[in-house]
C-alpha cells in the first residue's frame, strides 16, 4: 500500500512542523510527567498497530477529530456515552474511532493515572495516522481537558451540500479562515462517503431532474453505476478518486477538484467559486500541502479548549468522573 510505503520513506525523510502556540496548550506538555514513559510514545504505538491491520482509521480518526472540535471545542465530548450525547446526533452516526480511543487511554492510565486527557489522545492519535498515511509530521499541542456536557441537540455541523459562503461562515465561527477551511477539508483526500450524500448531484441537481453538470461526465457515469436510485443498500464511494491514491494523505484530492471529480458538493464548489479556488489551485499545483494541512490541524485542534483546572481528565473516555 502506498501509505505504508510513504511511512518507510518519511522514517528517513521526516516533514517536521513548527506549530503556533494556542492558549494554554504547548508542544510537550506531558514531557517528564510520567516517570520515564512518553506520553505521545504510548499513544502512537497503539494507533501504529491499528493503522497496520486496518488502514481505514485514517479517515476515522480524523473524522472523529473534526466533529469533537466543532461541538463545544476540542474537549473529547463526542466520546460520552448517553442516550442524548453527541454519538447519538445523526451527523455522528457513523462516526468510528471510539473504541481505539479507548484503547489508548486504557495503555497511559495503566502508566499514570489521572495524567492524559481523553481530548488530547484525540490530537496525538490524528496526528499520527496522518503521518502513517503518508502526510507529513507535525507537533501536536496538548494540555487539553476534558468536557464536562455532551449534548446532542448542540451538534451543528458543515453539511456537505452547504456553498462555500455557508462553509465559510461555520468555520469562521470556530476561528478559522477560508484558507484553513479548504485545507482542513483535505482531510477527504482520504475515506469513503455514503451515495446517499451525492444522489443529487447524480440525477437530481437543485431539482434540474439532470445531474450536477459541474461533475465530469465520465465520472457520473460511473456514479451513477454504483449509487443507483432507489438502491436498498447505501454504497459507498471513495472521496479521492485517484485510485493510487485513496488511502494517502496529500495533495491528490485539489487535483480531482480541479479536473471536475470532487465528490461532494462542497468538495467540488471549493475549485470553482472565486474565494477559494485560487488556494486550491496553489495546493494542487505547489508543495506545501503537507505543511499547509499541519498547520490547519493544530489550529483546528485548539478551537475552544478546556485548560488548567477546567473540565477533568476522566478515568474512562466514555463517562464523567
Known amino acids: ?22 492558549g494554554d496548550l504547548q508542544v510537550g506538555f506531558y514531557k517528564k510527567k ?47 456515552d448517553g442516550n442524548s450525547t453527541e454519538k447519538n446526533a445523526p451527523p455522528n452516526f ?78 469562521g ?28 448531484r447524480l440525477y437530481n441537481f437543485q431539482n434540474t431532474g439532470k445531474p450536477d453538470p459541474t461533475m465530469d461526465t465520465f465520472l457520473a457515469s460511473i456514479l451513477r453505476f454504483k449509487c443507483p436510485q432507489n438502491a436498498a443498500k447505501d454504497n459507498t464511494v471513495n472521496l479521492d478518486q485517484n485510485p493510487k491514491s485513496t488511502d494517502v494523505v496529500d495533495k491528490s484530492y485539489y487535483k480531482q477538484l480541479m479536473i471536475n471529480r470532487g465528490i461532494l458538493q ?12 485560487a488556494t486550491v489551485m496553489s495546493l494542487a499545483t505547489g508543495y506545501k500541502f503537507s505543511t499547509q494541512f499541519g498547520q490547519a490541524m493544530v489550529k483546528m485542534g485548539a478551537i475552544e479548549v478546556l485548560t488548567g483546572t477546567q473540565g477533568e481528565i476522566r478515568r474512562s473516555c466514555r463517562a464523567i468522573n
Open 34 to 80: 510520567c516517570g520515564f514513559k512518553e506520553v505521545e510514545l504510548m499513544v502512537r504505538k497503539v494507533i501504529t498497530a491499528q493503522f497496520y491491520s486496518d488502514s481505514t482509521v485514517v479517515a476515522a480518526l480524523l473524522r472523529l477529530h473534526f466533529h469533537d472540535c466543532f461541538v463545544r471545542g476540542c474537549d473529547a465530548s463526542i466520546l460520552l
Open 94 to 171: 457513523s462516526v468510528r474511532g471510539f473504541d481505539l480511543i479507548d484503547q489508548a487511554k486504557a495503555v497511559v492510565e495503566g502508566a499514570c493515572p489521572g495524567l492524559v486527557s481523553c481530548a488530547d489522545i484525540i490530537a496525538i492519535a490524528a496526528r499520527d495516522v496522518v503521518y502513517l498515511a503518508g502526510g507529513g509530521w507535525y507537533n501536536v499541542e496538548t494540555g487539553r481537558r476534558d468536557g464536562l456536557v455532551s449534548l446532542a441537540s448542540e451538534v451543528d455541523l458543515p453539511a456537505p451540500s452547504f456553498s462555500v459562503s455557508q462553509a465559510i461562515a461555520a468555520f
Open 173 to 200: 465561527r470556530k476561528g478559522l479562515n477560508a484558507t484553513d477551511m479548504v485545507l482542513l477539508l483535505g482531510g477527504h483526500t482520504v475515506g469513503v462517503t455514503h451515495c446517499s450524500l451525492l444522489q443529487d
Open 1 to 22: 500500500m502506498k501509505g505504508r510505503a510513504a511511512f518507510t520513506v518519511l522514517g528517513f525523510i521526516l516533514l517536521s512542523f513548527t506549530s503556533l502556540c494556542y
Open 266 to 277: 462542497i468538495d467540488q464548489e471549493l475549485a470553482l467559486d472565486p474565494q477559494t479556488n
